[in-house]
């Protein structure tokens, strides 16, 4: 795989600085080196493919149980580290389930990783606006009335038996000008964002090879760890259950017998992809629907791992995780059919992996609270889970609340 410039309409062409999850000691000190793509469609394994591309620029993918102990400290040339983007897509196809609607942004690949050398020079970013810039209306991709239909729909599905839960997605997207770069940066920078950063087609943003300028970005605000692995474990965070950051909203949260009926479900269901994976020891919930703050809502996390005793490739680790459990449902590829059925819109960039693979560690978001710009709008997405006793009206409410920090980001 090579680069490509893959410009749209008005091409992004400044710098963003640090990818997600990179390392503090490399933050905002990346050269792209080299980079894969691989979009839905294409052939072969792209777990595979990502894993042979990895290795051969001579990171530990192959055995994330042996990745070097020991720090390393990078001089100016020296590989650091890859950044890592797997769409839901992409994480539909590793799972071999059934896919949803095309993405409405497809310049961008469904799997994109940038190796990145270690630079000398720190890149100071702004997040001030540049007077060119004019977010114009946001469209939602369907009505309040068509979403609240879909939960409905998932509710049937539920009393059939067909699922248990079923974690449904809106988007919807907003014309542009000017450079949205400070923008971006802005969502990353957003109170609680674990993996905050700025990921495009140009590695770490500015130009692509020979000075073309990357035709997206996608920035992100997760809270959520999908997957880690470091110090020989694997750990996943799953978050599920939200409320208002006030005083109240903490107890309702913590007395919704409906919210925590649902975040068991989706730790049961990370249990045992942790379960599934070869060369894991016994699986163990460290932390059970511990509440934490993201942007003005409280959210319910939990913490489920387990050592690694075996080989455990990256290949692998991918297939057994994604796409993550709070954001399909269970079971995961019988939600995936009802999601593929329900959604006009593809998920794009949201409800992926992102984050970034060293020398001595794992580290990958869920890519929720997370949007792109393609050179011509900005594409964002939110959802939640849906279970029997779910209100679509509430369910609804919740979804705007989950975007309205992101459109405030991309406003102000």
């Not at 297939?319 to 794009?348: D, F, H, N, W, Y």
């Not at 979804?399 to 459109?407: D, S, V």
Request: charged fraction near 20%; proline fraction near 7%; charge should be neutral.
């Amino acid at each position: 795989m090579v680069h490509g410039t893959g410009a749209v309409g008005h091409p992004v062409t400044a710098p963003f600085g640090a990818p997600p999850a990179a390392p503090a000691a490399c933050q905002a000190r990346h050269h792209a080196l080299r980079t894969f793509r691989w979009h839905r469609g294409d052939p072969g394994d792209p777990a595979e493919l990502l894993s042979a591309f990895l290795a051969g620029n001579g990171l530990p993918v192959r055995n994330l149980g042996r990745t070097d102990d020991k720090k390393k400290t990078f001089g100016d040339g020296t590989i650091c580290g890859a950044a890592l983007y797997v769409s839901a897509d992409a994480g539909c196809v590793m799972a071999g389930a059934e896919c949803g609607s095309p993405s409405p942004v497809p310049s961008v690949p469904d799997v994109y990783a940038v190796v990145y050398q270690h630079s000398a020079k720190k890149l100071e970013k702004s997040l001030q606006t540049g007077p060119d810039w004019k977010l114009g209306p946001w469209r939602d991709s369907w009505t309040r009335d068509e979403h609240a239909h879909a939960v409905e729909q998932v509710r049937a599905a539920i009393a059939r038996g067909d699922v248990y839960q079923v974690n449904v997605v809106g988007h919807a997207a907003a014309p542009y000008a000017g450079d949205p770069s400070a923008a971006l940066r802005r969502v990353a920078a957003l109170a609680g964002a674990r993996y905050g950063g700025v990921l495009s087609d140009g590695g770490q943003g500015g130009s692509g090879p020979g000075g073309a300028a990357p035709g997206w970005a996608l920035a992100t605000a997760s809270p959520e760890t999908l997957v880690e692995v470091r110090d020989g474990r694997v750990v996943t965070r799953p978050i599920k259950g939200t409320r208002p950051a006030t005083a109240q909203g903490r107890r309702e949260l913590l007395a919704s017998a409906k919210e925590r009926a649902e975040h068991v479900m989706i730790v049961d269901l990370e249990r045992n992809d942790l379960a599934r994976l070869p060369g894991t020891g016994p699986v163990r919930v460290d932390e059970l629907f511990a509440v934490r703050e993201w942007s003005g809502l409280w959210q319910a996390e939990s913490v489920v791992s387990a050592p690694l005793d075996g080989d455990v490739g990256l290949a692998d680790l991918l297939r057994a995780v994604c796409p993550g459990g709070s954001v399909t449902g269970a079971p995961k590829l019988a939600a995936l059919a009802q999601i593929a059925a329900l959604e006009p819109v593809g998920r794009g960039v949201s409800m992926g992996a992102l984050g970034w693979i060293g020398h001595d560690h794992l580290d990958l978001g869920l890519s929720i609270r997370t949007v792109v710009a393609d050179g011509t709008r900005v594409h964002a997405w939110a959802g939640g889970g849906i279970t029997a006793d779910s209100d679509p009206v509430a369910e609804v409410d919740e979804a705007a609340a989950k975007a309205g920090p992101l459109r405030s980001a991309l406003r102000s």
